[in-house]
Nanobody, 123 residues
Framework: VQLQASGGGLVQAGAALNLSCAASGTFISISRMGWYRQPPGKQRDLVATITSGGSTNYESAVKGRFTISRDNAKNTVYLQMNSLKPEDTAVYYC??????????????????WGQGTQVTVSS
């Protein structure tokens, strides 16, 4: 399973960006997809996640500004980022967890990361 992220860029504070991340390869289902970010010199942290049923979870700092969504038919997750702030500057990574295959009573899962896309917000 591979993830391909796109949509990052350089914007001014207050602007908007939309990130997308598409999953490809062989798998049975994707249970949870999400976005994480890693600011310069800091650890990677959760931004938002969404389940196959549409349940969402957000980091408190982005609530009300960011919206995560997914298109299950396209195996794609999106992150609409509005009212961007300089502190949102980071490399954004997408993540997907799901069921890769099944053999009898054995289930094989996956947990994969995309390559990261840079988001830079200038003040």
């Amino acid at each position: 399973v591979q993830l391909q992220a796109s949509g990052g860029g350089l914007v001014q504070a207050g602007a908007a960006l939309n990130l997308s991340c598409a999953a490809s390869g062989t798998f049975i289902s994707i249970s949870r997809m999400g976005w994480y970010r890693q600011p310069p010199g800091k650890q990677r942290d959760l931004v938002a996640t969404i389940t196959s049923g549409g349940s969402t979870n957000y980091e408190s700092a982005v609530k009300g500004r960011f919206t995560i969504s997914r298109d299950n038919a396209k195996n794609t997750v999106y992150l609409q980022m509005n009212s961007l702030k300089p502190e949102d500057t980071a490399v954004y990574y997408c993540n997907a967890e799901g069921l890769r295959s099944r053999s009898g009573d054995n289930y094989y899962s996956f947990d994969v990361w995309g390559q990261g896309t840079q988001v830079t917000v200038s003040s």
